[in-house]
């Protein structure tokens, strides 16, 4: 969460600055700040909201500067919070938590300093200011502030009178950029990517030097790294929204190519090696969060019924406490989007520990996650910017559903042919317009319920999670059959209900629990490809979708699903890009 930029050379440097946070803006919008060295001195300028408020400091004069999107974990959202921190001599921007900020404030307030802020990060523009004092080197002051500091970070630090940034980096991703302009910094690439420039991802532990001649690289120890920077061509650089007027919108539009193109990518990546240890597999863990734990929640369906093979899905978040009884010849997959994910990292490394080989199923090259795994599938869906998750998903299924066919050809069984989906899926997209009808019930309800049986259950989940996500209503997605147990209690005239059917041998069972609801007033919305189920006289509304292999079936039952969220936060009046109190990435535990 929070997103980082820095830059030193040639060029004013708050313009690029200022162009690199829109660019992160996904990964927080609390608040934003900025600060600058001109003629040797510190200038700052931060506000509460979204980075759009700080341009008035466009036009502030020096070549090296620091900033910050934030999401707010330590103090309320507020200029007063915003980064980056001063305090002496030094101005810092940080991403990540310091857990032990407390006992080292405490120490600062005995030393009679004063705090100009509730972060935990303030914390450590105190420390380096003091180490600074002593060391009078900008670089070792903050390797040894580090040194006091546990929890997560990523660190861009200015000195006032010094011509440098130093960055660290700690379970916090941090790219070191540079180019014929100058060096940069950034917690993702795309925010400083362009023709001609070249970066490294730095690891934990390693520490950076910005100057205008370039960016060097140090270990823990302050010797330097010698690190093969690659190209950081257009094609890493954060997309537009083209002819949409959100990226949400045409991310969802995206699905049918994201869904070709993982295909494709994603045979090509079982290897030999991979092969032989699917071969060897006997029990399948999946690591995950959010949507991609609903991915998850779908290939288990998948895995479980077409490959014959025993797969548990965990919430990254709960994998370590749980601490699950290690069985022999059990391949861990991690799946997420950003690969940045604190807790599905967190869960991938603690996987390692107990023996597990680890597959990570990622959207994003170089992430953190793509380096901690043993294998990658890659996702191909192309740059994801809306903080809810739509084509990213679909290109998780493909992914995982490829390895789904190969763990049955591995064990001789028939598996369902994937090709035609990518198409399918635009068929879905062109009938799906129809859910633009089913607004104004949602937009009344008290609550919603999504509802489905097996694959259609997961789909329900995910379409649940994206309803609440962007449009605030309280919503469930629920096991058809689990309804009468408990939560029908809930159902009335105002809580519209979503059923997906997608699996005939299923039908009537998830029907049955259409009339339970029906029979308490509840308008029903169906998600289906069959026709005689949209006649039937509970149903209020239908999307009718294109058949295909049931186990497969949610990479299109969500599409509706994905779209009928989008419009229902429209007519909430919400920003379905940047919902409220979330960000796209959270690297964050
Ligand atoms: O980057 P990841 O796939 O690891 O992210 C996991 C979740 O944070 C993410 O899917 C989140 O639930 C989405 N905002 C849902 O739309």
């Known amino acids: 969460m929070c997103g980082i930029v820095a830059y030193i050379g040639k060029k004013r440097a708050a313009p690029v600055l200022l162009d690199g946070l829109k660019k992160l803006e996904y990964r927080g919008y609390d608040c934003a700040g900025v600060a600058l060295l001109f003629d040797g001195k510190l200038e700052v300028f931060k506000r509460q909201g979204r980075v759009e408020a700080l341009e008035p400091a466009r036009t502030l004069a020096g070549n090296a500067g620091i900033g910050h999107t934030r999401w707010a974990t330590h103090g309320a959202p507020s200029e007063r919070n915003a980064h980056p921190h001063r305090y002496g001599r030094i101005c810092l921007v940080h991403n990540g938590i310091i857990e032990n900020a407390d006992a080292l404030r405490r120490e600062c307030l005995a030393r009679g300093e004063r705090f100009s802020s509730d972060t935990d990060s303030e914390v450590a523009a105190h420390l380096i200011d003091g180490l600074y004092q002593e060391e009078n080197d900008l670089l070792r002051a903050v390797r040894r502030a580090c040194g006091r500091l546990s929890g997560s970070y990523a660190f861009a630090v200015l000195c006032e ?72 061509g257009d094609e890493e650089a954060l997309p537009g929204k083209g002819e949409y007027p959100h990226f949400m919108r045409k991310e969802i539009a995206e699905a049918p190519s994201a869904i070709e193109k993982t295909l494709f990518e994603a045979e090509k990546h079982i290897n030999s090696q991979l092969c032989e240890v699917l071969c060897q597999t006997e029990y399948l863990d999946i690591v995950a969060c959010g949507t991609a734990y609903h991915s998850g929640l779908c290939f288990q369906y998948a895995a479980e019924r077409i490959a014959h093979i025993r797969t548990e899905v965990f919430s990254a978040s709960e994998y370590r406490d749980l601490q699950p009884v290690a069985m022999p010849h059990t391949l861990t997959i991690a799946v997420s989007q950003s690969g940045e994910t604190a807790d599905t990292l967190a869960a991938a490394q603690a996987a390692k520990a107990r023996g597990c080989r680890v597959l990570a199923v990622t959207n994003v090259a170089r992430s953190s996650l793509e380096r901690a795994a043993d ?71 008290r609550s919603v319920f999504f509802l489905g049986r097996g694959a259609d259950r997961c789909a329900a989940l995910e379409g649940s999670l994206k309803l609440k996500e962007i449009s605030y ?117």
């Open 375 to 445: 294998f990658v599938l890659p996702t191909r869906a192309g740059r994801e910017v809306a903080v809810a998750a739509t084509k990213s998903f679909q290109a998780q299924l493909a992914a995982l559903y490829v390895l789904c066919t190969q763990l049955a050809k591995g064990r001789n069984l028939p598996a369902p042919s994937l090709a035609g989906l990518a198409v399918l899926a635009a068929e879905t997209l062109a009938r799906s317009a129809a859910v633009e009808a089913w607004v104004p019930l949602f937009c009344e309800a």
């Open 473 to 589: 209503l309280p919503s469930e997605g629920y096991a058809a059959g689990e309804l009468k147990h408990g939560t029908l209690a809930l159902v009335d005239g105002r809580t519209p209900v979503v059923a997906v059917v997608c699996d005939e041998a299923l039908a009537d069972r998830t029907m049955n629990a259409v009339h339970e609801v029906y029979a308490r007033g509840a308008p029903v919305f169906l998600v289906t490809p069959f026709e005689a189920l949209a006649r039937a006289r509970e149903v209020t509304a239908c999307a009718l979708i294109p058949r295909c292999d049931p186990a497969f079936s949610p990479m299109l039952s969500v599409i509706p699903l994905q779209l009928l969220a989008y419009h229902v936060a429209l007519a909430c009046g919400n920003d379905p890009d940047k919902p409220r109190n979330l960000a796209k990435s959270v690297t964050v535990e």
């Open 161 to 232: 009178g010094r011509e440098e940034v130093v960055c660290a980096r700690m379970r916090s991703p941090l790219i070191v950029a540079k180019g014929e302009d100058g060096a940069f910094a950034a917690s993702d690439i795309g925010a400083v990517a362009a023709p001609g420039r070249q970066g490294c991802v730095l690891e934990d532990g390693e520490f950076a030097r910005l100057t205008r001649e370039g960016a060097e690289v140090f270990d823990a120890h302050l010797h330097p790294v010698r690190r093969t920077f690659f190209s950081l």
